[in-house]
C-alpha cells in the first residue's frame, strides 16, 4: 500500500515536469477525459483529465447553441484523442474537483489538443475564475 501511496505522489504532485504517457478510458466532454495511467509495473490507475487552460461548452448547458457545441466539441475530443489512443500529459496538477487533474494533453503526434480545441473555436482560452457564457 505504501508503494501506491509513494507512486501516485510522484505521478500527481503539482507541476509534473516530465511527460506521463496515458491510455484515454473514455471521453467525458469536450475538455474532460479518463485515462488509464501506469504508476508501475503492476498498477495501474484511472484519472479524470480536464486539459488545462481551455474551456469548452457545457453538455448541460443554458441554452441550445451551448448545448449543441458542447456536443461538438465533445465529438471533436473523441476524434482527437480516440479511445484506446495513448496521450502524453504534462503540467499536471491538482483540479478543484477530488479525483481530477488538470494536464496539457499532447496526441500521438505531438499535437498539443487543447490548442486545437481553440483554434478550431470549440473552446476558449481558460485560466482560471468565473467562465463566461456559451449562449448567443
Known amino acids: ?14 507541476g509534473v515536469a516530465s511527460a506521463v504517457p ?8 469536450g475538455d474532460t477525459f479518463a485515462a488509464r495511467v501506469s504508476l508501475d509495473d503492476d498498477i495501474k490507475i484511472t484519472v479524470r483529465v ?8 457545457e453538455l448541460h448547458g443554458n441554452c441550445d447553441y451551448e448545448i449543441r457545441m458542447a456536443n461538438i ?3 471533436r475530443l473523441a476524434q482527437l484523442i480516440p479511445i484506446g489512443s495513448i496521450v502524453e500529459l504534462t503540467g499536471i496538477h491538482d483540479d478543484k474537483y477530488l479525483g481530477r ?3 496539457n494533453v499532447f496526441d500521438v503526434a505531438g ?20 467562465r463566461a457564457g456559451w449562449c448567443k
Open 73 to 75: 466539441a465533445r465529438d
Open 50 to 57: 480536464r486539459i488545462a487552460n481551455v474551456d469548452t461548452p
Open 111 to 130: 499535437n498539443d489538443v487543447g490548442k486545437i480545441l481553440i483554434k478550431e473555436k470549440l473552446g476558449r482560452v481558460y485560466n482560471g475564475g468565473r
Open 101 to 103: 487533474i488538470d494536464a
Open 1 to 14: 500500500m505504501r508503494r501506491i501511496i509513494i507512486a501516485i505522489c510522484g505521478i500527481f504532485i503539482a
Open 22 to 29: 496515458a491510455m484515454v478510458d473514455y471521453i467525458i466532454d
